[in-house]
């Protein structure tokens, strides 16, 4: 019996918003998902079939320098058909920007303190394809 989990060579898009730790606000799509764009003064929303089924759509808006909507769409595309035959994650636009704080108490262990238990900090992410094209933030609207 076959496995259905994932379709062989099909890419998978990921993208979070800045605060996907704390809202849920993260997705990936397979790149066949893809519906279609619309483009704004500076922003492009791209639109993916809800994978749950449903007659509903998942939207992905990336905010990025005005009037660069066509050079977005064109990394899109280059985004989704990269890596043609082999099934991949592609992270596409992580904005989420964390510092990480254990909290401590005095002795070390769990308590309500963050002093001085930092462990690691986030950067965003954007996808090499969208270089000198300013992407700078994601906001997902899922099932439109």
Do not use: Q, R
Request: overall charge negative.
């Amino acid at each position: 019996m076959a496995n259905n989990l994932h379709n062989a060579g099909t890419n998978y898009l990921y993208f979070a918003e800045a605060e996907a730790a704390t809202t849920a606000e993260a997705i990936c799509v397979p790149a066949s998902a893809y519906l279609s764009a619309d483009p704004a003064a500076d922003a492009t929303s791209f639109k993916f079939k809800n994978v749950l089924g449903t007659a509903t759509a998942n939207v992905v808006t990336l905010t990025h320098t005005a009037g660069k909507n066509k050079e977005v769409m064109a990394a899109m595309v280059e985004i989704m058909n990269s890596g043609k035959g082999k099934a991949g994650l592609i992270v596409v636009a992580d904005a989420e920007v964390t510092t990480d704080k254990e909290l401590t108490t005095a002795t070390g262990g769990a308590g309500t303190s963050y002093d001085p238990a930092v462990y690691g900090t986030k950067t965003s992410v954007f996808h090499k394809a969208f270089n000198g094209l300013g992407v700078s933030a994601v906001a997902i609207t899922p099932n439109v």
